[in-house]
């Protein structure tokens, strides 16, 4: 999930590029915060929080809340509200279960991309269901980058992680879009994200990971040694062998500074509730308002994401960050991220002026 193929740059880009990176060097990190507060510049939806697997190291069999599919009057409304701020981006990625569960996900695909303001698509997916969706139309939908999470080795060893009788179905799935998209001429980034055991040869000798790697460049196919504790949810024996569990930083030492999530997304749930943390929220504890009945900005702008920021630097982080593992202050956040998060600022606040700056 972390690994990005290299895609080359085009002139505008380039340019773009570097007005971005002359800019931040001299831009304090209190502004770039401050711009942040003012813009999120991450946006998701949850369209369904089913999952048609029960991986051993994912925190989905431990979720209280209603499993569900989003109204597509609600998905319609935030796809809209989003436009209206700017756009950019949309993931359908959510922080449990699989996009591809929603039957009506090319529909959504489609229908995001209608506006001119919505530069790309985005999901993540256990490739399950590929099958069963128009490889075609998925392909042609402006679906800009499919992230594909499944486990290479045998048969027993995809039972055993990601608790399906699955593999054979999932690689036949995976080899298919990847086949097709290449004759399609690539319109969607394709990226393998494995969940695999740490002795390496057992699965990067295989004739599977040979044609997959063919197919989509093995610089798009990562693979984790390290997994997340789901708070304390998953221990050793759930994740693959020879991989290790991520230990979370002491409570004193995060009050230093709020979480850059805090500052960075909106992800609207499935039941039109608005999250902003998409990693272990299984409950969706971090609740800052509802699409149905607020608008994007006032959402970002309202008191329940203000308390959240000042709360934490007072030692009351919501429970469900007290043992996350994936935490990242604010401040580290942007002095590893000023390019983007200007650029991305720049393109949903003054589109025009960075389009002319680019062209």
């Known amino acids: 999930m972390r690994a990005i193929s290299a895609v080359a740059l085009g002139p505008p880009r380039r ?46 069999r431990f979720m209280q809340r ?109 080899i298919n879009i990847a086949r097709r998209n290449r004759e399609l001429g690539s319109p969607v980034q394709i990226t393998l994200h494995l969940r695999v055991e740490g002795d390496k040869r057992s699965w990067y000798d295989t004739q599977i990971y040979k044609t997959i790697a063919e197919l989509i460049g093995e610089v798009n196919i990562s693979y984790l040694d390290s997994y997340d504790a789901w708070g304390g949810l998953i221990r050793k024996e759930d994740i693959p062998e020879g991989t290790a569990l991520v230990q979370s930083l002491p409570v004193e030492v995060k009050m230093r500074s709020p979480c850059f999530e ?54 009351n982080l919501p429970n469900i960050c007290r043992k996350c593992t994936r935490y990242q202050g604010v401040d580290a956040f942007i002095t590893e991220n000023r390019k983007r998060i200007m650029i991305e600022y720049l393109r949903r606040t003054f589109p025009r002026l960075l389009s002319r700056l680019t062209r």
């Not at 060097?25 to 946006?43: A, C, D, G, S, T």
């Not at 499935?270 to 299984?282: E, H, R």
């Not at 800052?288 to 709360?311: A, M, P």
């Open 66 to 174: 209603p499993k569900t599919l989003m109204p597509w009057e609600v998905y319609e409304k935030a796809v809209q509200e989003f436009a209206k701020t700017g756009g950019g981006l949309v993931s359908f990625t959510p922080t449990v279960g699989d996009p591809l569960v929603d039957k009506k996900m090319i529909e959504r695909i489609e229908f995001a991309n209608r506006f001119k303001e919505i530069s790309g698509v985005f999901l993540f997916t256990n490739a399950i269901l590929l099958h069963r969706f128009d490889l075609d139309r998925l392909l042609r939908s402006g679906l800009s980058r499919m992230a594909i999470s499944t486990f290479i080795g045998d048969r027993k060893g995809y039972k055993r992680y990601y608790g399906k009788d699955k593999y054979n179905q999932v690689v036949r799935n995976i």
């Open 262 to 315: 805090l500052y960075r997304r909106v992800h609207i749930l499935a039941d039109g509730n608005v999250g902003a943390c998409v990693c272990v929220d299984l409950e969706g504890e971090i609740n800052i308002g509802n699409i149905t009945e607020q608008s994007l900005d006032e959402i970002w702008h309202g008191e329940k994401l203000k308390s959240y920021r000042s709360e934490w630097v007072k030692g």
């Open 15 to 60: 340019l773009r590029s570097r007005i971005a990176s002359t800019i931040t060097e001299f831009v304090p990190i209190w502004v770039f915060r401050k711009l942040m507060e003012h813009k999120f510049i991450n946006f998701g939806v949850e369209t369904t929080n089913i999952c048609n697997a029960n991986c051993t190291f994912c925190g989905y």
